[in-house]
Each structure stands twice: as structure tokens, then as C-alpha cells.
């Protein structure tokens, strides 16, 4: 049975985190109301030595890190998941000590890597998941990678994130069967995403939304982004019923993006509209709501 880290009240509703990653939000009714939000990106740098050419943050060796002392950072509240991304992460000299504040201050820390990083990084990811200071790792996989996967078999909490589009869809009967967690991320044309995105990613978007019910039973859990949700019309495929009761709500109803490298904030990472940071989180999720 999955550990219960933990239970609290936001808004008009009930949540409950577990170890394994599971997120159960209960009201009464059928609209849930936040006060914060519950689930949290954030971006702590520009840098970046993969140079992905569709990465949509415009990543590369002459981004710069964000501060992470900024007093925003101290106001995320206890259960909060914060998904900490780049960039590339790892990177930042100061992230241990910001991981290590995060726990002190009950904050659900997860973060994302690229499969290139992994190799690399390997023994420092193993010191962060040991010792509790992110719950939830995902691996950014474009395409099939046997390191990222013989990691994601051996750890639980383990997430491989594969791009709609980016992703070939003739790897996916690879990883089938392997007890392994996915996350399909929604295609982003922006940044470099708008000049890679061709003919080619259309039709590998097409092969998978035609793969999907082969997808949904190869895995011992498969997840989608709100981006991926639409472009792959998960909703017909599922049924309204079964949409309704696994939908984690639309992007900014519980949810933020914080660009801390230039001190923003918007309901999403691609959103358009952003705006200076506030004094707290609440602050600043409270004013999407106007």
C-alpha cells in the first residue's frame, strides 16, 4: 500500500499525496475551487548543453541560472508539488541546498532531466531520491534509451516523458510490458519548437494517437499533459465518464508556472501572457483568477 506523505484542504477540497505518486483530490459537488495552487512548475534555469532542437525554452550553453534565494522560493506551500525543470536542472550550483530547503519546508519536490543527463548524473540522482529530496524523477526520453529505461525499472517513482510528435511511435511497443510509468507531453511550437515542427512530427503525432489503445495497456501507468490531453482527443477515446473522474482540471485551475530566471509567472509554460512575481505564490496564483 502507497504511503500517505500528505492530506490537506485547499479551496473548497480535500487532497491526498502518496509516495508513489498518486494524487486523490475529493469536494463536494462537481467544481473545484483552489485557494493556492496545489501543483507547481518551476523553472530554475536557462542552461543547457543538449541543445534540443525543439526545446520550446530556447535552452542552451549561454542561458543563465536563476536565483534561487529569492523569497518567492519560501513561500510554496506544505504538499505542494513542484515539478523544478530547466534547462537543464542538474546543472545549477545551487540546487541541493534549494532541494534541501524545499523538504524543510514540506514541499513535494520533483524534477525533470534529459536522458542524456542521466548517465552523467547518475549517482547524484541516487543521493536526491536516498535522501528524500525529490519524490518524483522524470526522464525526458526522444527516443528509446535502455539506461533511462533499466533506471525507471529499478526506482518506482520514476516517470519517462515522452513528447507527442518527438517520441517515435514505433518505440513504444519497446517499452511495453516493462512495468513502466509514462508521461505523454503535449507538442509545444514555441521557442525552437515552431521551426523543428514539420510534416514529420504531424505524422508521428497521427501514429500515435492511432497506437493509443495499444499505448494505454503497455504501461503500468500512463499520464498525459493538458497539451497531449487535446492533441491526442483523449476524451473520446476514454469516454466522458471516465475523462471527468481522472481530470486534474484545467491549466491555472490548481496550477501555476513560475519562470524564476526572469521573475515570472503565467497559468502555464506556454502560456503567452506573463507577469512580475509577487510577493508569495498565492499572490501570485490568486491574480490569475481575476
Not at 515539478?83 to 534549494?98: E, K, M, Q, T, Y
Not at 509545444?188 to 512530427?201: I, L, P, S
Amino acid at each position: 500500500m502507497p504511503e500517505l506523505l500528505f492530506a490537506y484542504k485547499n479551496g473548497n477540497y480535500s487532497v491526498k499525496l502518496y509516495d508513489d505518486g498518486t494524487k486523490v483530490k475529493q469536494t463536494v459537488g462537481s467544481v473545484f475551487k483552489a485557494d493556492f495552487p496545489d501543483s507547481l512548475d518551476l523553472k530554475i534555469t536557462d542552461y543547457c548543453e543538449n541543445n534540443c532542437p525543439m526545446c520550446h525554452e530556447n535552452s542552451g550553453v549561454h542561458g543563465r541560472h536563476a536565483d534561487l534565494l529569492q523569497p518567492i522560493t519560501n513561500t510554496f506551500l506544505p504538499g505542494t508539488e513542484v515539478a523544478i525543470g530547466g534547462g537543464d536542472p542538474l546543472s545549477h550550483p545551487g540546487l541541493v541546498p534549494f532541494l534541501q530547503r524545499l523538504k524543510q519546508n514540506k514541499v513535494v519536490a520533483n524534477i525533470t532531466v534529459n536522458q542524456k543527463d542521466l548517465v552523467r548524473n547518475e549517482d547524484l540522482l541516487m543521493r536526491l531520491i536516498d535522501s528524500k529530496l525529490i519524490f518524483g524523477l522524470g526522464i525526458s526520453c526522444l527516443s528509446y534509451d535502455h539506461p533511462a529505461v533499466d533506471f525507471a525499472q529499478k526506482h518506482p517513482n520514476v516517470v519517462l516523458h515522452l513528447i507527442n510528435g518527438v517520441f517515435p511511435a514505433e518505440d513504444y511497443n519497446k517499452l511495453f510490458g516493462k512495468d513502466l510509468k509514462i508521461l505523454i507531453l503535449g507538442y509545444k511550437r514555441f521557442g525552437r519548437g515552431e521551426a523543428f515542427y514539420n510534416e514529420k512530427v504531424a505524422a508521428n503525432m497521427a501514429e500515435t494517437q492511432r497506437l493509443l489503445p495499444q499505448i494505454l495497456k503497455g504501461f503500468k501507468v500512463v499520464s498525459f499533459d493538458n497539451l497531449a490531453l487535446s492533441q491526442l482527443i483523449i476524451k473520446e477515446l476514454v469516454g466522458k465518464e471516465e475523462y471527468e473522474r481522472i481530470y486534474m482540471g484545467d491549466d491555472g485551475e490548481a496550477s501555476m508556472y513560475i519562470d524564476l530566471v526572469k521573475q515570472e509567472f503565467g497559468i502555464s509554460s506556454t502560456s503567452t501572457e506573463r507577469y512580475p512575481l509577487l510577493d508569495t505564490v498565492k499572490d501570485c496564483f490568486q491574480s490569475l483568477q481575476r
